[in-house]
């Protein structure tokens, strides 16, 4: 009788401490832009995380030049922008994605204080998963003033090849009294939508 409690209380104690290891190794997932490709987690400043590809979607073309734009108009963060007609829209309100395959455009509207250098620099310094290729730079839109950063991240592994989509992301922080926009524009390596994503930001407009 003495053996089978011993026996039974070691046996306890195991499935106790399988369970408290399972328990720990657990990671949170990314998080996800509403369909508009993975994000890593907001940076410790609490600004939008950085942008990420989708290893397993068709990377996109170049935008072309006869690419017809609308324009968004979006009441309830008080700003217009305009963005290629054609391209799926995810989200509302504050946080808006713009997609076309890997090609993928995010905005976040939060409350906010003017950015400066030393703030920009330490939100992009939270940014998980990147690479920093040029840094802050400040700037002035036809509309707005802002600071541009552009980061690179790297998506997970194609299930089926295993490669791997880098993504290259222009962030402009552009501000108004009380309110502060973050506009990500993410193109794949290789693909080139520098004029186009030119036009995108310079229509940005506070309303």
């Not at 963060?77 to 963005?83: C, L, N, V």
């Not at 290729?133 to 400040?138: M, V």
Request: aromatic letters at 8%; charged letters at 15%.
């Amino acid at each position: 009788m003495t053996r089978l409690v011993v026996g039974f209380a070691g046996a306890a104690a195991v499935l106790a401490l399988t369970g408290c290891g399972s328990s720990h190794r657990a990671q949170a997932p990314a998080t996800s832009t509403s369909g508009g490709g993975a994000t890593t987690p907001p940076t410790s400043t609490g600004g939008p995380g950085a942008l990420q590809a989708e290893a397993n979607a068709t990377a996109a073309g170049d935008i072309p030049d006869n690419q017809v734009f609308l324009v968004f108009r979006n009441g309830a963060a008080g700003y217009s922008m305009k963005y290629p007609e054609g391209w799926a829209q995810q989200g509302s309100g504050k946080h808006v994605t713009f997609r076309d395959k890997n090609n993928i455009v995010r905005i976040v509207v939060s409350s906010g204080a003017a950015p400066t250098k030393a703030s920009v620099q330490a939100d992009v310094g939270g940014l998980t998963g990147t690479h920093l290729q040029s840094g802050p730079q400040a700037m002035t839109l036809p509309h707005a003033k802002a600071y541009k950063v552009v980061y690179s991240t790297e998506s997970a592994p194609n299930t089926v090849t295993g490669k791997r989509v880098k993504l290259v992301v222009d962030r402009y922080y552009v501000w108004k009294p009380g309110r502060l926009a973050v506009v990500d524009l993410g193109t794949p390596e290789g693909v080139d939508n520098v004029d186009a994503y030119r036009l995108m930001i310079e229509s940005f407009r506070w309303s």
